[in-house]
């Protein structure tokens, strides 16, 4: 059974947390106030060593709702974190946002269980859609 | 286990034992060719002019050098006499002190090969750019990179601007905003200077710690340095001659190989040195090495350990060319697991100059 974050945290957050990880400072900036704007709560991580330590820090195995992941990054990179995401905490969707369009490893990563993949440079807009229709995707999978 | 290669000769047989009278251009041409080729030992050059280019290439390539050619013909068992002085005289010189089983090339038959020569230049100067625009298709993912994260900013700052109302945040998104624009436009302008053709200007003099920091720029298009520690041991101001769009791209693929020897993270380092006679430059890794039996292939064409077309196998054969070309020489150590090591050693043309 899934509770919605904002049941518990409805005063700091509205529609749900996201972490973005990204080792581009300005990307994490730029993505973080549009989800900002529309009233998400959201968490950075500059890698994916450092992604897979906040997912695994107190709320967050239960709060986090979407992952917004970059593939190359450095220590630990964008392919191994979300196969760490998806094998340890399955019922967090997982979004990719990268600077490179290919569609080899874009089959590969939405055959991995990851539920869109966005080439940057993403439109607020679709951004924020991609985060609706993931967030939704994960209430149907555990209804 | 150390290993140390300067492209160890693969001979089969014996090699045919060349002389080469004339040390010009012509001369000077045949004896760069030559002397790459496995089964062919340059085993002198004569020019009546003590200041021949010829001559001083010879020098560097610790190839015999003569004043006058009875001196070269008539011995070290040479086979194969190749006469490009053009002087009608020399061709009866030569008949009369050369060994009755040499042979000799002269008049229209060496103008035909130094032809040839030439030709074999502009091939190789072909190859060296279709190698260095193939490599180019690599640096495809890391452009993109470099060009979709600014855009991302651009995309997302302008749309935030739309309803932002604080003026001092209007300003400071749109300085952002023209700011990665510049960063933008700037990748495209050094990817644009790399990969034109390479100009057959007359050599110039290059400085080379500021080469090393512009392929070290462009090399970061090229591939992730995630992980990778850059470390440079720079001395003051060397310089070499030659043409700066060729060592440019030397290196770059050297750097390439380098941090594409660290999957795993390391450190790179770019070091130069001067001494009076030469001009020193080492890439190194702390990478996987070479092993063994690729060590004395790594000079050869079309040699590669990549996969079907990750690599063209001409990165380190157009180096070794462009380096003997400037009179310089190539040599690598490296250790299987510890990493490799290129320097390269150049004439010194800062003290070459004062030289009288």
């Given amino acids: 059974m899934e509770f919605k974050s904002d049941l518990f945290f409805g005063a700091s957050t509205g529609n749900g947390r996201v972490l973005v990880v990204d080792d581009e400072p300005d990307i994490r900036k730029v993505v973080g106030m549009t989800l900002k704007k529309a009233g998400y709560d959201v968490l950075e991580a500059e890698n994916g060593e450092r992604a897979i330590e906040i997912i695994n820090t107190g709320e967050n195995r239960m709060m986090l709702d979407v992952v917004i992941c970059d593939i190359r990054m450095p220590k630990i990179n964008g392919i191994e974190a979300i196969a760490y995401f998806r094998s340890q905490y399955p019922r967090v969707p997982v979004i990719v946002l990268t600077g490179f369009p290919d569609t080899d490893m874009a089959t590969s990563m939405l055959r991995e269980g990851v539920v869109d993949y966005l080439v940057k440079p993403v439109e607020g807009e679709k951004l924020k859609a991609a985060v609706v229709r993931a967030m939704e995707q994960r209430e149907i999978a555990h209804l | ?356």
């Fill in chain 2, 1 to 356: 286990m150390d290993v140390q290669a300067e492209t160890p000769p693969v001979r089969q047989g014996v090699p045919t034992k060349v002389a080469i009278l004339g040390a010009g251009r012509g001369g000077t041409a045949l004896l760069d060719l030559l002397h790459q080729i496995n089964t062919i030992e340059v085993v002198g050059i004569a020019d009546r002019d003590p200041r021949a280019p010829g001559l001083q290439r010879a020098r560097e390539l610790n190839i015999q050098v003569a004043l006058h050619a009875g001196d070269l013909i008539a011995n070290h068992g040479v086979n194969l006499i190749m006469d490009v002085t053009g002087d009608p005289e020399m061709e009866q010189y030569i008949r009369a002190r050369k060994r009755p089983d040499a042979e000799v090339l002269t008049g229209s038959a060496s103008r035909v090969l130094w032809e040839l020569v030439r030709y074999e230049a502009k091939l190789q100067a072909e190859l060296f750019h279709a190698e260095k625009l193939a490599g180019i298709g690599s640096f495809a993912a890391g452009i993109a990179h470099d060009i979709n994260n600014p855009l991302q900013l651009i995309l997302g700052l302008a749309e935030n601007l739309m309803d932002e109302r604080d003026p001092d945040l209007v300003r400071a998104q749109a300085r952002d905003i023209a700011e990665a624009v510049k960063r933008t436009s700037a990748i495209c302008r050094d990817l644009t200077t790399y990969s034109r053709r390479a100009t057959s200007l007359q050599p110039v003099t290059i400085p080379v710690n500021g080469k090393l920091d512009e392929a070290l720029k462009i090399a970061r298009y090229a591939l992730s340095f995630h992980d990778v520690t850059v470390v440079k041991r720079y001395d003051a101001g060397p310089v070499v001659t030659g043409n700066p769009d060729e060592l440019l791209h030397v290196f770059v693929n050297l750097i390439t190989n380098a941090v594409q020897a660290m999957d795993r993270g390391g450190t790179l380092t770019l070091a130069t040195s001067a001494t009076d006679s030469a001009v020193l430059v080492t890439v190194s890794d702390t990478g996987r090495g070479i092993p063994p039996d690729s060590l004395p292939r790594i000079f050869d064409p079309f040699y590669t350990t990549k996969p079907p077309g990750k690599g063209t196998g001409l990165g380190l054969y157009n180096v070794k060319a462009v380096v003997n070309m400037m009179h310089g020489t190539i040599q690598v150590d490296t250790r299987v697991g510890e990493g490799s090591s290129f320097t390269i050693t150049f004439p010194n043309s800062a003290t070459a100059e004062k030289r009288p």
